[in-house]
Structure formats: C-alpha cells, structure tokens
C-alpha cells in the first residue's frame, strides 16, 4: 500500500490548470444564490432545444433555479423548477 502511494505521488499528472472565475449574467444581471450562498450549478439542457442550460441548486429550501440557454454564451433570467404545481424542492435537512 505504501509504495502505491508514493508511486502515485511520484508519477502523478500534473494537477489541472483551470481558467479564472467569471461571474456569469442572465438577462442583464449576474447570476446569484441564495443566502447561505451555498450552490450546486451544473450544465444541462433540460428544455431539449440543443442548448445548454444552467441550472444551479439551493441549499435554501432545496430548490433548483433553471438559466435557459439563449446561445452564443447568453442566458434567460432565472426561473424555479416548478413540480406538482409549486416549486420543486429537493429533499434534505434545511
């Protein structure tokens, strides 16, 4: 076990090297979380029109705000994801 780690270690790649944060806008304004701030966003195109969409889930309340995919790097303003009439919420410990 100690020598796979330090052959690991020793052989490793090299870490990633990764772009510097941008702070992203939908319709004209930045793109926010909701307090404690903590954010879960991830690419998906959930509407289906070959676009990809933000979607960016909130520890408050477990709720999931969806940015539709306009093109060309441009997002729509944030709507919730809505289920079984209200907003869809995911379930945890809040």
Known sequence: MFTSLIF???F???A???EAPERMKAADR???VEAPGYAAPCWYDVDGDGEPD???GQFHEGRINVYRG???GKLAEG???LAGGGIAQVPGVW
């Open 8 to 10: 690991s270690l020793l």
């Open 12 to 14: 490793a790649p090299e």
């Open 16 to 18: 990633p090297i990764f």
């Open 30 to 32: 930045f793109v926010q």
């Open 54 to 56: 933000l979607v960016v």
């Open 70 to 72: 306009l093109g060309r």
């Open 79 to 81: 709507k919730w994801l």
